[in-house]
């Protein structure tokens, strides 16, 4: 079965860490570029990072660079997503993307709360 499943949501208080975690299985992951989106009640779903299929560069949104970091490790066909230095604002769902040349997948979401 085609799919991605995230993990490592939670709550944490401000100032916290979360790592998340992008599992796929049953495509070929490493041909993706897989993304980081998140939604808040009320908002729009809002890009966060990406990490190519290539040369694994990476890009940020300007809300986040410095306290986010994007990786990928193609053996364990997982991506994830280690944010640091958390703030309310960080509240929200998080989704994974992976887009393809010809196919896109998302994930159900995790829900990342920072609150005291």
């Known amino acids: 079965q085609e799919q991605l499943v995230e993990s490592g949501g939670g709550l944490v208080q401000p100032g916290g860490s979360l790592r998340l975690s992008c599992a796929a299985s049953g495509f070929t992951f490493s041909r993706y570029i897989v993304s980081w989106y998140r939604q808040a009640p009320g908002k729009e779903r809002e890009l966060v990072a990406t990490i190519r299929n290539t040369g694994g560069s990476t890009n940020y949104a300007d809300s986040v660079k410095g306290r986010f970091t994007i990786s990928r490790d193609n053996l364990k066909i997982t991506v994830y997503l280690q944010m640091n230095s958390l703030k309310p604002e960080d509240t929200a769902r998080y989704y994974c993307?992976?887009?393809?040349?010809?196919?896109?997948?998302w994930g159900q979401g995790t829900q990342v709360t920072v609150s005291s």
């Open positions: 993307n992976a887009r393809g040349e010809y196919r896109e997948y």
